[in-house]
């Protein structure tokens, strides 16, 4: 589904991503994680297009993607779901996730994002700023499924968000998998959200992957000493 190959990107003269390689599975979700600084926000902007790569190569679905802009990627099938949610404030939320449609050339929501998320079929005329951080960080996972991604990229979702909502966010992301069919990329810090979640467990350190685990390999403890300040 995704190859990603010796990809760098640097800050000026800065290289903060160091050649790293990455691979998703149709239908698998992958969590990589880190400290905050080591690289992951600036991963996931490249692979979406904010930020240019300076080397490497990022296949999506048999397609080159790093000289695509943001939007075509987009339309490509990858959606992303940015650190600290980014929604539209002043937007009602129906006109936020009417937003995520814009690629697909519909003009109704899905029935099934709002059978995902609930709330915001309450909230649909109610503005996104009001919303709290985990109703906006709902409507933003909404308005990224609204493009019809085949994959999903999230960055930091359980930043900032009280722990009831963190265990309902990722029963919310095994059912968008199973029913979207789906594969999901999630950086995290919080390690019992991320083994809730990942099929597969990679940790970035300044910039390099340096530990890769599979199911019953997750070695939690040895994950944590990455994750300690």
Do not use: W
């Not at 990858?78 to 995520?100: D, H, K, S, W």
């Not at 999630?186 to 890769?212: C, N, P, W, Y």
């Amino acid at each position: 589904m995704l190859s990603v190959r010796d990809l760098r990107v640097s800050y000026g003269m800065s290289e903060v991503i160091h050649g790293i390689d990455l691979d998703v599975g149709e239908n698998e979700t992958v969590a990589i994680m880190g400290r905050n600084g080591m690289g992951k926000t600036t991963l996931f902007k490249s692979l979406i297009g904010m930020i240019p790569c300076s080397g490497g190569e990022i296949n999506f679905n048999s397609k080159e993607l790093s000289k695509l802009q943001s939007y075509q990627r987009v339309a490509s099938g990858v959606a992303y779901v940015p650190q600290g949610r980014m929604v539209f404030p002043t937007l009602t939320v129906e006109e936020n996730i009417m937003a995520g449609l814009e690629v697909t050339g519909r003009r109704k929501v899905p029935d099934d994002i709002y059978e995902l998320f609930p709330v915001l079929l309450e909230m649909r005329h109610r503005k996104a700023g009001n919303l709290s951080g985990g109703q906006q960080q709902q409507l933003a996972i909404g308005r990224a499924l609204a493009a019809d991604p085949k994959i999903l990229l999230l960055d930091e979702p359980t930043e900032g968000i009280q722990p009831s909502i963190i265990k309902q966010l990722a029963t919310s992301l095994n059912e968008i998998k199973q029913l979207r069919k789906i594969s999901i990329v999630v950086s995290e810090q919080v390690l019992s959200f991320a083994l809730t979640v990942a099929d597969r467990m990679l940790v970035i350190d300044k910039g390099k992957i340096v530990h890769e685990a599979v199911g019953e390999q997750i070695d939690k403890d040895h994950i944590s000493r990455y994750l300690s300040v």
